[in-house]
């Protein structure tokens, strides 16, 4: 792991490299050694900025932050770094197993493969068993995408019936709404068709 330094306005103290230094060292748990570092820390009219760049695998990972402290500001910058980089080895996690369950797939070591007997010849005399492999179609894995949704939600207190009728009406699998006595529940249809309540507690 290369770190590089670079310090505008600012002159780098041992006791910030430590606390670089030690703040990385719990990144290089999480990633492995194999990342380049490059730490930028500057001033302007009293604001100490820090900027802490971290590149794997040709991916950048930058964290930003500032403060009216250096210390504080390069503390909040590897604190960025350090989710961002949960969230990078838990997508490259995923990517993984997702190729070796394609592998599998295509290799026929998933187990859930299924398996038939044909025979193949002009008569039944010169028919050669041969088996089919039908294996099943490969799911892709994808990012979770959220949106937010103001028409699932109810504003007004409602009653149960009420509740139902307006998630039929607007045509929604999960509604969300209060009781006359202010505890929030929400309706949700399954898969068989069915509404189930839920009570917050």
């Known amino acids: 792991m290369n770190v590089e330094y670079t310090g505008r306005q600012y002159e780098i103290t041992p006791a910030i490299r430590k606390q670089i230094e030690h703040g990385l060292s719990k990144i290089r748990k999480l990633l492995g050694d194999n990342f380049d570092t490059h730490v930028i820390l500057s001033v302007e009219k009293h604001r100490h900025q820090a900027e802490i760049t971290i590149t794997i695998r040709n991916h950048p990972i930058v964290g930003a932050a500032e403060a009216p402290e250096m210390l504080s500001a390069v503390a909040q910058a590897l604190d960025h770094i350090d989710r961002q980089a949960v969230k990078y080895k838990a997508r490259w996690r995923t990517r993984k197993r997702a190729a070796r369950k394609k592998w599998a797939a295509v290799n026929g070591h998933d187990g ?90």
């Not at 025979?119 to 990012?143: L, N």
């Not at 504003?155 to 307006?166: N, R, S, W």
């Not at 998630?167 to 929030?184: A, Q, S, T």
């Open 112 to 201: 859930q493969s299924a398996q038939r007997v044909i025979a193949i010849g002009k008569d039944e005399k010169t028919a050669v068993p041969v088996v089919v492999h039908a294996f099943p179609a490969i799911v892709k894995m994808a990012e979770a995408h959220v949106v937010k949704s103001q028409d699932s939600v109810s504003h007004t207190p409602m009653t149960l019936e009420e509740a139902i009728k307006e998630c039929e009406f607007r045509d929604r699998e999960v509604f969300v709404f209060r009781d006359n006595e202010g505890k929030v529940k929400v309706l949700h249809r399954t898969k068989s068709g069915k509404m189930e309540l839920i009570e917050a507690p």
